[in-house]
């Protein structure tokens, strides 16, 4: 079954899970024990705040709380909403009154930990106003959550929701070699080994970071590497960061054909495609246009705009 | 050509950044930053002139290459020597909010300051508004400490972030020039340099927020500004409601001709806070560094009050005038019955304070 709503690892990091209540990011939890990831954030439910503290102090894990993140509607008055990011969220310190989520500052290394908070400010919206770290801050903080030089470089370069109206079409652009699913991070927020953006899905650089977790996943936890594997080597239609579609089917020159879709990440965006694409079970795909087959009757398309600039590729293992 | 044509003609982008009051409601300005970044991606053997560029200017006391190197600093990870040229560039201009928020960063990667960084980032506009509120055009860690603790304890500072900070009471600093020099100034003398913006602008803006229902003209010393009653006349014609403080040390009102100018105003609200240190001229002169200010400054009073307007004498305590501090109360109570009131003003461990011997008369 593709993207059950959890996973609960029968022991190792189950208390993290149960604490946490969810297992997104679970691979990060992997990727920082195995000693690939120096630090990662998370964001908590202040409910569950003390039990997530305990259960990554079991694992020998530090933590450093920031902020409360509070998801309200960003309204046009926000002063600088042109630097949220597609987490836009109104914040306040912890210790305040609202609920929200707490960010979170998770490492091995209390240094690690005292250095990398640092940089890793979002832009939330106080007092009306978003207010955006430095750009050399995306870079390093990018270095301490373990992702390749490559690829942090080339978000340097590339990373610009005002320039690019689908910031993954230019890594996409940027690939030459087939689509390999260990580059994969389409699925970063349900089952996937990687939560960067890579700088082309061939990466190198993230093939071989990715491998040594996948190798140390399926060591601690079996059932779970099995479930990440089945959820990347999938086709998908990336419209957006954060606005994507997998389907449970092969992709065939420009047919697509499918058994179901699903949107990866609802948390964000409300999928726009989704009752039209549940409906058909083929996908024709032109230069400006995606046509929808429910078998041989067309039931919609999915057209190519300035704003939306979708396109289709498959990871799948041939 | 200057520094700044040069670096655009060379570079394809400038170092300026325009003036950015918190109260203009403008996004922050990151553009210099973002620039130098790309640049170093996209084109290392262009970065490398700009550094080049840079450190052979380094020494010259120009706020944008001083912005520049802040920024390669931090850029390279050199957060110390970044934080400080930081607080020196928020201190050439305590209004901009840009300078802040580069400050905020410069916190956030200092060793100790990590708290206050981050207190900074969610208190934005109460750093600013009680900085101006305490007259600090110095920007350094302990007057940051000061304001924080300032900020923390009024009962009037209630910050929920999720919606716009509106102060009713707002200051401008309309002059960082002054013809006092006194011991017990918040400001360091060698920081008295001209404002570098528009203030017609800067008024203007804040004068149309309506929820903004006193405004207070701080310095250095307001009545300096060659157009100080145009301003007057303008904030008064946009809006006949606002109250208006002027702070001062009410020499300008020793001269009748300045006087006269007041007429325009009668039926306004408007208020003088005149600074005055004791009863004794030699001792008023001695704190204000000043020979002849106390007469003037009488004067002043005294003229503002035949005039009819609403003074209030604030009364500042130090380590020089405490012996007679009673004496001085009691004669203006005796010889000024028609003023409005007298605040005692305790001192600020800033500034000239630190210098001279009132230290140890200062408000914790």
Request: aromatic fraction near 14%; charged fraction near 25%; glycine fraction near 6%.
């Amino acid at each position: 079954m593709l993207f059950p709503e959890k996973y609960i690892p029968n022991d190792y990091l189950r208390e993290i899970v149960l604490a946490k209540g969810n297992s997104g990011m679970l691979f990060l939890y992997h990727a920082m024990l195995a000693g690939l990831k120096p630090l990662l954030d998370e964001w908590i439910p202040p409910s569950r705040i003390k039990e997530f503290e305990k259960a990554c102090e079991k694992y020998g894990l530090y933590t450093a709380k920031e902020a409360h993140f509070l998801d309200l509607p960003f309204s046009d008055r926000i002063i600088g909403k042109e630097f949220a990011t597609t987490t836009k969220c109104f914040g306040a310190p912890v210790g305040s009154e609202y609920k929200g989520r707490i960010h979170i500052y998770i490492s091995k290394s209390e240094e690690v930990l005292d250095e990398g908070k640092r940089y890793g400010w979002y832009p939330l919206a106080i007092n009306g106003r978003c207010v955006s770290k430095p750009p050399s801050d995306h870079y390093w903080f990018g270095e301490f959550l373990g992702y390749p030089a490559c690829c942090r470089h080339f978000f340097m370069e590339h990373s610009n929701h005002q320039k690019y109206a689908n910031t993954l079409k230019v890594p996409f652009e940027n690939t030459k070699a087939p689509p390999h699913f260990l580059c994969n991070s389409l699925t970063k927020d349900s089952y996937s080994y990687i939560y960067h953006i890579p700088c082309g899905f061939d990466c190198k650089n993230t093939i071989k970071h990715t491998s040594k977790l996948q190798k140390f996943i399926y060591r601690k936890d079996p059932e779970y590497g099995r479930l990440i594997d089945a959820h990347l080597n999938l086709p998908f239609l990336v419209c957006r960061e954060r606005d994507i579609y997998a389907f449970d089917g092969t992709l065939d020159g420009n047919t697509l054909t499918y058994k179901n879709c699903f949107f990866v990440d609802d948390y964000l965006y409300q999928p726009k495609y989704l009752d039209l694409l549940k409906k058909g079970n083929r996908v024709v795909i032109e230069e400006k246009e995606a046509k929808v087959y429910s078998n041989q009757r067309k039931i919609g398309s999915i057209q190519k705009t300035s704003s939306e600039d979708w396109f289709f590729i498959s990871f799948e293992d041939r | 050509m200057s520094i700044e044509e040069d670096f655009r003609r060379k570079f394809g982008f400038g170092l300026e950044r325009p003036f950015n009051d918190y109260s203009y409601d403008r996004a922050q300005d990151g553009g210099l930053s973002y620039s130098l970044n790309l640049m170093r991606e996209t084109n290392p053997k262009k970065f490398k002139r700009i550094r080049e560029f840079a450190s052979k200017h380094r020494n010259l006391d120009n706020e944008h290459l001083m912005l520049l190197n802040a920024h390669l600093l931090y850029m390279d990870k050199k957060y110390d020597r970044a934080l400080k040229l930081f607080l020196a560039i928020a201190s050439k201009n305590p209004l901009d909010i840009n300078r802040w928020i580069d400050l905020a960063f410069g916190l956030l990667h200092a060793k100790k300051y990590y708290a206050l960084g981050l207190d900074l980032l969610f208190n934005l506009y109460g750093y600013i508004h009680y900085c101006l509120k305490l007259n600090l055009q110095t920007i350094n860690i302990p007057n940051l400490l000061l304001i924080q603790r300032a900020m923390k304890s009024s009962k009037d500072y209630n910050n929920k972030y999720l919606f716009p900070i509106k102060f009713e009471e707002e200051f401008l600093i309309l002059s960082r020039e002054c013809n006092n020099n006194c011991i017990t100034c918040p400001n360091e003398t060698r920081d008295r340099l001209a404002l570098d913006c528009s203030i017609r602008e800067y008024i203007e803006r804040k004068i149309g927020k309506p929820y903004i229902k006193k405004l207070v003209f701080t310095g250095g010393e307001p009545t300096i500004l060659p157009d100080f009653f145009c301003i007057l006349q303008e904030i008064f014609s946009v809006r006949p409601d606002i109250k208006l403080v002027i702070q001062t040390n009410g020499r300008a009102f020793f001269d009748p001709g300045f006087i006269h100018h007041l007429g325009e105003f009668r039926n306004k609200d408007l208020v003088f806070e005149v600074s005055l240190f004791s009863h004794k001229p030699a001792v008023h002169d001695r704190i204000a560094r000043c020979r002849g200010s106390f007469v003037q400054t009488i004067k002043g009073i005294e003229n503002l009050l035949g005039a009819g307007c609403m003074i209030v004498v604030n009364l500042g305590l130090s380590e020089l005038n405490k012996t007679n501090f009673q004496q001085t109360l009691d004669c203006l109570h005796r010889s000024y019955p028609a003023l409005s009131k007298i605040n005692i003003v305790p001192l600020l461990p800033s500034g000239n304070c630190l210098t001279f011997p009132c230290r140890r008369i200062c408000h914790k």
